[in-house]
């Protein structure tokens, strides 16, 4: 990692772009691994490791699962338009529900952008005018996933990155 000398975002070179394409491939690969793919020891690997997290760069570690394991067949997009008023109470009211996976507010065509599984097309349904009903609730467009995640980390341009804050 280059070093900061002043104000503005932290810098990165092409060592810590390879470690950040690595590690959201896989955040549990192996210091070893990612130091024979840079050419560098595995203590270096620690040390960046180590400055990218004080950098706040990398900011946390994610398991990622398989929502089917919990009965979910379907996993569902919901899009909520709200009143303005309203909307925080129906963030949290989503937040709270055991189907939900992922709940944030947006800017934009929505207010609200959840991740939804349930067990079959009769619960999607249900769901679908529980959350309608809320108060608060203007608009709600739903999508259903049909294919597994697939994170495509492999495509972030970190040289660009690299090149805008070593600038």
Same mark, same amino acid.
Request: proline share 4%.
């Given at each position: 990692?280059?070093?900061?000398?002043?104000?503005?975002?932290?810098?990165?070179?092409?060592?810590?772009?390879?470690?950040?394409?690595?590690?959201?491939?896989?955040?549990?690969?192996?210091?070893?691994?990612?130091?024979?793919?840079?050419?560098?020891?595995?203590?270096?690997?620690?040390?960046?490791?180590?400055?990218?997290?004080?950098?706040?760069?990398?900011?946390?570690?994610?398991?990622?699962?398989?929502?089917?394991?919990?009965?979910?067949?379907?996993?569902?997009?919901?899009?909520?338009?709200?009143?303005?008023?309203?909307?925080? *109470?129906?963030?949290?009211?989503?937040?709270?529900?055991?189907?939900?996976?992922?709940?944030?507010?947006?800017?934009?065509?929505?207010?609200?952008?959840?991740?939804?599984?349930?067990?079959?097309?009769?619960?999607?349904?249900?769901?679908?005018?529980?959350?309608?009903?809320?108060?608060?609730?203007?608009?709600?467009?739903?999508?259903?996933?049909?294919?597994?995640?697939?994170?495509?980390?492999?495509?972030?341009?970190?040289? *660009?990155?690299?090149?805008?804050?070593?600038?």
């Amino acid at each position: 990692m280059k070093k900061n000398n002043g104000p503005g975002p932290p810098r990165i070179d092409e060592i810590d772009a390879t470690i950040l394409r690595m590690l959201l491939v896989d955040a549990r690969t192996s210091l070893k691994d990612i130091a024979e793919s840079c050419g560098v020891s595995s203590n270096a690997i620690h040390k960046r490791i180590k400055k990218l997290r004080s950098e706040c760069i990398i900011i946390g570690s994610v398991t990622l699962f398989n929502p089917r394991y919990l009965g979910g067949s379907f996993t569902t997009s919901m899009e909520l338009l709200t009143d303005y008023k309203q909307k925080t *109470n129906v963030r949290e009211t989503l937040q709270k529900h055991p189907r939900v996976i992922m709940c944030y507010e947006g800017v934009g065509r929505c207010d609200i952008f959840a991740i939804i599984s349930v067990g079959t097309m009769e619960e999607m349904e249900s769901m679908r005018k529980d959350i309608r009903n809320l108060p608060g609730v203007k608009k709600l467009v739903m999508s259903v996933r049909v294919d597994d995640f697939k994170f495509s980390y492999e495509n972030l341009d970190l040289k *660009n990155v690299e090149a805008r804050i070593n600038g």
